[in-house]
């Protein structure tokens, strides 16, 4: 069965910095995979998704990820974190019938 | 291209109650998800609707059901509520053009508070 993994509850980084969210998966066949976003009160927002292709997805807001399927990894980064970005992050894995398994999800907390 | 609407966005209800939630999918969407977040948890998948017809169900009881209308809105309904029912329920629509069809949009959610 297919699920994920999200490597810390909380990251704490400064604006400006580097922001790396981590994402473990575990599939038995090729994943689909996918980063979400929540900021408080509200539902999820995409930031971006891995289907075939390019390993390297380019989503919203300058968020990338990239898919190694070697190391069953489907990181989540940002160059520059903004106060804007403070928010709950979810990885997520679609199953054979469109059932997505989300992680536990990672808190981004950004100061000035 | 109107998004994924839920309603109402917060609710109050007490033990053994029944509650109906309201979704509307995006635009050009076929297949309606449901699912339920607890707080501080990530969502977890509820059921799905492909077409007016139940196309996967998560580890939930029956007394969690649901409909799909032939306008693809979807009604997701629980009875004789429990405290543990207390959570936000989000509505995911997806099933767009091939290229996209697994992609799942998500609505606003319900907040629903079982006393």
């Known amino acids: ?112 | 291209e109107t998004g994924v609407t839920q309603s109402p966005t917060h609710l109050i209800k007490t033990r053994g109650q029944q509650v109906t939630l309201r979704c509307s999918s995006q635009s050009g969407h076929n297949t309606v998800s449901w699912y339920q977040q607890a707080l501080g948890q990530g969502p977890q998948f509820i059921f799905q609707y492909y077409r007016e017809e139940e196309n996967g169900r998560g580890n939930f009881p029956p007394r969690f059901s649901g409909l799909q209308f032939p306008n693809y809105s979807s009604e997701l309904n629980v009875n004789a509520l429990e405290l543990d029912d207390s959570a936000l329920y989000l509505c995911a629509s997806s099933g767009g053009t091939s290229a996209n069809q697994e992609t799942q949009y998500f609505g606003p959610g319900t907040r629903l508070l079982v006393l």
């Open chain 1, 1 to 112: 069965a297919q699920s994920v993994t999200q490597l810390g509850s909380h990251v704490s980084v400064s604006e400006g910095a580097l922001v790396l969210l981590r994402c473990n998966y575990s599939s038995s066949v090729p994943p689909y995979l996918f980063w979400y976003v929540q900021y408080p009160n509200q539902g999820l927002q995409l930031l971006l998704k891995y289907t075939t292709g390019a390993t390297l997805v380019k989503g919203i807001n300058g968020f990338e990820a990239e898919f190694k399927k070697s190391e069953t990894s489907f990181h989540l980064t940002k160059p520059s974190a903004h106060m804007s970005d403070a928010a709950e992050y979810f990885c997520a894995v679609i199953t054979g019938f469109q059932k997505l398994v989300f992680g536990t999800g990672t808190r981004l907390l950004v100061s000035p």
